[in-house]
């Protein structure tokens, strides 16, 4: 990696929200771009050669089979959890990704705990899993719209730490993306999706429902992060009005992730040179 994309593998702790804090997300720009000065040209050269980095890492990582890493996005309507899966793991083998969504639960998993869903589809050692919206929703979502009691969600704050911790200690690494946008970008976004009938389809009239309630969903949010942050499952709040800077940030904490955990290619089964191959 050049200099620019190590500065950004660097400074990205910047956005992760330490232990114990009270995240306020109005003080937290959406439009923030302060570790990537230079243009929107440069930072795809810069994405590319996070994207590659992070291909090279998950090759070692996929081979080493010791840790699974589990990828947490969420955001509100538009914040654009989509393009961050296609625009940051582009380069990455297929193979070794599994993208999961989580929408409205069925009957069957409403009959379970809400964790029953979630649990089965946790990487397994050698593999990305990318939660695109997760267990978080039933803090989010359900508290906005009172799907259970407040006694009832107030509880699952600890739940979700005990859990992540669960999956921690048996080896997966975890790392939770909030993509901050502001109500004036996401207005944007929603106008675009009427406007250009090649994005007809993703307009969803639920998407304003959820809108009206923005204040709403931000408390939501701004209390999960505030109380799940951990140092083995940190949240880091993303400025994501800027979907280019949004990228960088995100492929930044992957890597910086990966390198972490020091993956290596496993000692060979047998001595290679002992293999004569006729
Ligand atoms: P989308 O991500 O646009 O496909 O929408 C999925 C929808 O499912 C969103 O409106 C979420 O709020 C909703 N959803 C996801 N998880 C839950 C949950 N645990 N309880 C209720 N609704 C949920
Ligand atoms: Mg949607």
Partial sequence: MDATAMHLVWGVDRYRVPEGTRVDLDRLDPA???LFPGSKREARR???????????????????????????LQAMDTGGKDG???????????????VVSFG????????????????RHAPAKGRI???????????????????????????????????????HDE?????????????????????ARLDDPTKHWKFNPAD????????????????ALSRTSTPYAPWYVVPADRKWYRNLVV????????????????????????VIID
């Fill in 32 to 34: 923030d771009r302060s």
């Fill in 46 to 72: 810069v994405l590319a050669e996070l994207r590659d980095r992070l291909a090279e890492l998950q090759r070692v990582f996929w081979a080493d089979g010791r840790h699974g890493l589990l990828v947490v």
């Fill in 84 to 98: 961050t899966i296609r625009k940051v793991f582009s380069g990455v083998n297929p193979q070794g990704v599994d």
């Fill in 104 to 119: 409205k639960p069925t009957e069957l998993e409403l009959s379970h705990d809400y964790l029953w869903r979630v649990h």
């Fill in 129 to 167: 899993g990318v939660f695109n919206r997760s267990h978080y929703e039933d803090v989010l979502v359900v508290r906005v719209l009172g799907l259970v009691d407040e006694e009832r969600w107030r509880r699952r704050y600890d739940h979700l730490v005990a859990f992540e911790r669960l999956l």
């Fill in 171 to 191: 080896g997966t690494a975890i790392v939770k993306f909030f993509l901050h946008i502001s109500k004036e970008e996401q207005r944007r976004r929603l106008q």
């Fill in 208 to 223: 304003l429902e959820a809108r009206a309630r923005w204040d709403d969903y931000q408390a939501a949010y701004a209390e």
């Fill in 251 to 274: 492929a930044a904490v992957l890597v910086g992730t990966l390198e972490a955990l020091d993956p290596r290619y496993p000692p060979p089964a047998v001595d290679p040179a002992s």
